[in-house]
């Protein structure tokens, strides 16, 4: 049995997200972003806030996707624009956050490869990564995916008292949309 309970057995459904998720959302992003480096917020976020969230994503046809099994929400993941700019418009940059106690059900990659589909089929064509340069696990995992270390930003972040160094991961689809190209 993982924390949240699922045995590593369960059948994991990967489907949009709705406001009955808010709830598993927030406290998984408070968790797991808020409480470590993934994420540079600095203050947990409320439900209200993520609804918010989940609105500009959904009126923008931004997916939110979330990851269930046997009725818990064990992670979730989303793609919103990069830049405001025009010119960014099929370039998106995506979030995915997962639950303790479910990370070694390979949740986040199910959510990555659904949510890499789904670019795919929105004529995306790059997807970027801003990770915390020291969260050697996150960048492996995106390795794996296929993404590639596009630039580093030192000391763009504070958090935990410390200065944080920003890694940009990039997954370029080629303009053909047949193979993946990394740079």
């Not at 470590?36 to 976020?45: F, G, N, Q």
């Not at 624009?81 to 070694?104: I, L, M, N």
């Not at 064509?125 to 630039?151: I, P, Q, T, W, Y």
Request: proline share 4%.
């Amino acid at each position: 049995m993982s924390a949240h309970g699922v045995p590593p057995s369960a059948t994991v459904t990967i489907r949009p997200a709705t406001e009955a998720d808010l709830e598993a959302i927030t406290r998984i992003y408070n968790d797991a972003g808020v409480g470590t480096t993934a994420s540079y917020d600095l203050e947990p976020v409320s439900v209200d806030e993520r609804r918010e969230w989940l609105e500009r994503h959904t009126s923008s046809n931004h997916p939110v996707l979330v990851a269930v099994a046997d009725g818990e929400v064990l992670g979730f993941a989303g793609y919103g624009s990069f830049r405001d700019k025009a010119g960014y418009g099929q370039t998106v940059e995506h979030s995915v956050y997962v639950a303790d106690g479910a990370r070694a059900l390979g949740v986040g990659r199910m959510l990555m490869l659904a949510l890499i589909d789904r670019a795919r089929g929105d004529g995306i064509h790059v997807m970027v990564g801003v990770l915390d340069a020291d969260n050697d696990a996150s960048v492996a995992f995106h390795r794996k995916l296929g993404f590639v270390e596009v630039g580093r930003m030192p000391q763009v972040g504070r958090k935990f008292d410390r200065w944080l160094d920003a890694l940009l991961m990039q997954l370029t689809f080629p303009a053909d949309g047949n193979e993946l190209r990394t740079q």
